[in-house]
């Protein structure tokens, strides 16, 4: 689907192959002929444009970035800025300094609002409901659009929003118990004749992670099943807290995290999980996903 917040990841994905290919130039000016629609991206854009130009030893240019997007309200999360290698010549700089103080401050005083979302199939009573994570520096909406198949297979499906900031658009999943609370909150939500369903755990990414996190510990609640695409995995419990169906993951043979899966692999069937890889597929939604899940999640009749 062409929105504005596809375009922001297609550009974030060739940017930073671009990087990784040595060619900065390249990636800077893909970065300054960028969609105006892009614009609610300002800080998470300006973030990628200074460690381009840290990366070439153009910290005048990276601050130059960062300052033009923080006087049009750009905020960071602090260790995003005073952590990163690419940043480092920009430390002790006073305006720099500065820029961290300010973005602690924006930081502290912005909504952690957050808008999850539901939806239910169309003339049909769902049987279960996937509650769907979505990946690092997504929101519930692109959720949404990334999970809407289930609906045609006749489950409910809730998107949940972290409610853990890295910037002023970019949310994800660092931090397991925050990532619990958030499903807690989200499935509390729900309907009472959802409430009671079989819920399936959901996720891309780092959802993955939160989603397998959550079901394999039964926390905040029991998860029926569990389906995650290129999960970034971190640690694993030592045994799953009960059994689950579905238990799949996807994850493409082109995708950075394809070695991390892989060498999880052994603790991950002992937990009761099934990989299955696509050829080629990098860290993307595969064209065909409608059709894998259709063949991953329990018919509901």
Request: contains cysteine.
């Amino acid at each position: 689907m062409d929105t504005p917040e596809a375009r922001y990841e297609q550009l974030t994905d060739d940017v930073i192959a671009l990087y990784e290919q040595g060619r900065q130039r390249d990636a800077l000016e893909l970065l300054h002929t960028a969609d105006p629609d892009l614009a609610p991206w300002t800080a998470e854009l300006a973030h990628t444009e200074a460690c381009v130009y840290g990366s070439i030893n153009e910290p005048e240019a990276a601050l130059r970035a960062l300052r033009a997007a923080a006087d049009a309200g750009s905020w960071w999360h602090e260790p995003i800025l005073t952590e990163d290698d690419d940043l480092a010549a920009l430390r002790g700089i006073p305006e720099f300094e500065a820029l961290v103080v300010l973005s602690r401050k924006r930081r502290a005083a912005a909504s952690n609002r957050t808008e999850d979302l539901l939806e239910v199939p169309a003339h049909r009573e769902p049987k279960s409901v996937v509650v769907a994570l979505h990946g690092a520096g997504q929101r519930a909406a692109r959720a949404l659009e990334q999970w809407a198949a289930v609906l045609d297979l006749g489950f409910a499906l809730l998107c949940v929003e972290s409610s853990q900031s890295m910037s002023p658009m970019y949310r994800t999943w660092p931090d397991p118990e925050h990532a619990r609370r958030d499903i807690d909150r989200a499935i509390a939500q729900l309907p009472d004749e959802l409430r009671e369903l079989p819920l399936i755990a959901a996720g891309f990414s780092a959802g993955g992670r939160a989603a397998l996190d959550w079901a394999l510990t039964g926390s905040p609640v029991p998860a029926a099943g569990v389906v995650v695409l290129a999960p970034a995995i971190r640690e694993l419990p030592a045994e799953a807290a009960g059994s689950l169906s579905p238990a799949k993951i996807l994850i493409g043979t082109a995708d950075d995290l394809f070695e991390v899966v892989e060498g999880a692999a052994e603790q991950l069937s002992t937990l009761g999980l099934e990989i299955e890889q696509v050829p080629g597929l990098g860290h993307q939604f595969p064209q065909d996903f409608g059709n894998w899940l259709g063949t991953a999640l329990p018919n509901c009749g």
